[in-house]
């Protein structure tokens, strides 16, 4: 198993410049998670998705932010226009419990996202 | 509102003492779910352990134990006879228990030093 794959694993954009943030989530999960963690405010959730639909975004800071999962193993995080505030580590996870009651809860390696 | 406290914002430790992180958590739900992850210097996130509030049995796993205490809501992790490889910030964390979907809720952290 592969884990949960992010990329790009750094990113530097110019203010004003659009950002898009991909995660790819371990096959079979079927929650997955965005996550922003900053000096300031720490790890905080963003919005999150079950079997590929928006379950709660009420953690996405402003219309900058759009998040969408087209496909279940897919998913993006876009910021439009980006802005140097948004400079941050982007996490995505993905998340199953499955019959037998067995608990997955696994994030990606991160996006370290600088925008200037 | 959910809240995890890390009170202990660094520690540092000489090689082979042993090191208790705190956590404090508060929440009204009676279903919940604690986690302790690490993140060493490398930024990922590494998972620790999930212990359901209806579980207050202490948990060791190797130098690693976790005492869990739901009368004084808290969730400390001890790590006995330290290594310089520990040295990372460790993370607690407290889940809202939705179905089988848990957006966590993190503490600050704690960034721990162990030095040889």
């Known amino acids: 198993d592969a884990g949960v794959i992010q990329s790009p694993r750094h990113e530097v954009t110019e203010m004003g410049q659009e950002v898009t943030l991909r995660c790819k989530p371990i096959s079979g999960h079927d929650y997955l998670f965005w996550y922003r963690q900053t000096m300031m405010r720490g790890l905080e959730l963003l919005i999150y998705?079950?079997?590929?639909?928006?379950?709660?975004d009420s953690g996405m800071p402003e219309d900058r932010f759009s998040a969408k999962m087209p496909n279940a193993s897919f998913s993006t995080l876009k910021i439009q226009p980006s802005e140097p505030r948004d400079s941050a580590v982007y996490f995505c996870?993905?998340?199953?419990?499955?019959?037998?009651?067995?608990?997955?809860?696994?994030f990606g390696s991160g996006t370290r996202l600088t925008v200037v | 509102a959910q809240k995890v406290t890390q009170a202990q914002t660094e520690i540092s430790v000489v090689e082979k003492e042993d090191v208790t992180l705190d956590c404090v958590y508060e929440t009204r739900d009676t279903t919940y779910y604690l986690f302790w992850y690490k993140q060493p210097p490398s930024g990922e996130l590494v998972f620790l352990i999930r212990r359901n509030s209806f579980d207050e049995q202490n948990e060791i796993s190797g130098r690693y134990s976790w005492n869990f205490q739901k009368s004084t809501s808290s969730f400390n992790f001890t790590i006995t006879a330290s290594q310089v490889v520990d040295s990372a910030v460790y993370f607690c964390?407290?889940?809202?228990?939705?179905?089988?979907?848990?957006?966590?809720?993190f503490g600050k952290g704690t960034k721990l030093t162990v030095n040889p």
């Open positions: 964390a407290l889940s809202e228990h939705q179905g089988g979907s848990e957006k966590l809720v």
């Open positions: 998705f079950n079997n590929n639909v928006p379950i709660d």
């Open positions: 996870a993905s998340s199953t419990l499955n019959r037998q009651g067995r608990y997955g809860y696994t």
